[in-house]
């Protein structure tokens, strides 16, 4: 079965220093993987995501992921953090044989000033 | 604003009472989804249709939860009998079929009480 694990329940980082949000990944077949974040009271919005091709992949403000086959990973990261880019950080994968989204239980990102 | 739009954004019920949320997705998505998150949890997906049919649904989904989508544009999620264990953010996104990304809407936050 498609899961993704989200080890990390929060991730507290300078502003201005880079960040990594870790996600691992399990899959039948390619994995089709996404990133997403969450505002409060706020639905998600999409960032970046793999299907093929390059192994890193940019996405939205500022926002990049490299993925890993042989470690089956798909971290988030950004090289310089923003007190902004606080919020809750979803990684998900497509499921097999469908397009529904399964998601990881989410971390949460403080930027500190 | 061309989004995915969710009418109401917050709804309170008594247990036991029907209750009804309508998504809108955007405009040219022939797909649309539901998902459902609780507090500390990733979107759980719920059901997708594809045009007009419903192609797959959760088998967590227990059967006083329906969902339809009349004409393709816009759906509807009823659920009846309402349960305290139903208080959740629901979510609806959309997407080309064949597309990866989905866009979700703000959400409807459900609490019964």
């Known amino acids: 079965a498609q899961s993704v694990a989200q080890p990390e329940d929060q991730v507290n980082v300078a502003e201005g220093n880079p960040l990594t949000v870790k996600c691992t990944y399990s899959?039948?077949?390619?994995?089709?993987l996404f990133w997403y974040v969450q505002y409060p009271n706020r639905g998600l919005q999409f960032l970046l995501k793999?299907?093929?091709?390059?192994?890193l992949v940019k996405g939205s403000y500022g926002f990049e992921a490299e993925f890993n086959k042989s470690q089956t990973s798909f971290h988030l990261k950004k090289p310089s953090a923003l007190v902004s880019d606080s919020a809750l950080y979803f990684c998900?994968?497509?499921?097999?044989?469908?397009?529904?989204?399964?998601f990881g239980t989410g971390t949460r990102l403080q930027v500190f000033p | 604003d061309t989004g995915v739009s969710q009418d109401p954004r917050h709804k309170i019920t008594k247990r036991g009472q029907n209750v009804t949320f309508r998504c809108d997705p955007i405009?040219?998505?022939?797909?649309l989804y539901w998902y459902r998150q609780t507090l500390g949890q990733g979107p759980e997906f719920l059901t997708y249709?594809?045009?007009?049919?419903?192609?797959?649904k959760s088998r967590l989904l227990s059967d006083r939860f329906s969902a339809e989508r009349p004409k393709g544009s816009f759906s509807t999620l009823e659920i009846q009998r309402t349960e305290q264990g139903d208080s959740a953010m629901y979510l609806c996104?959309?997407?080309?079929?064949?597309?990866?990304?989905?866009?979700f809407g703000p959400g409807t936050r459900l609490t019964v009480t």
């Open positions: 793999y299907i093929t091709g390059d192994n």
């Open positions: 249709f594809q045009n007009e049919a419903q192609l797959e």
């Open positions: 899959v039948s077949g390619n994995p089709y």
């Open positions: 998900a994968v497509r499921g097999y044989n469908t397009d529904k989204l399964i």
């Open positions: 996104a959309s997407s080309f079929a064949g597309g990866d990304e989905q866009y």
């Open positions: 405009s040219e998505h022939n797909r």
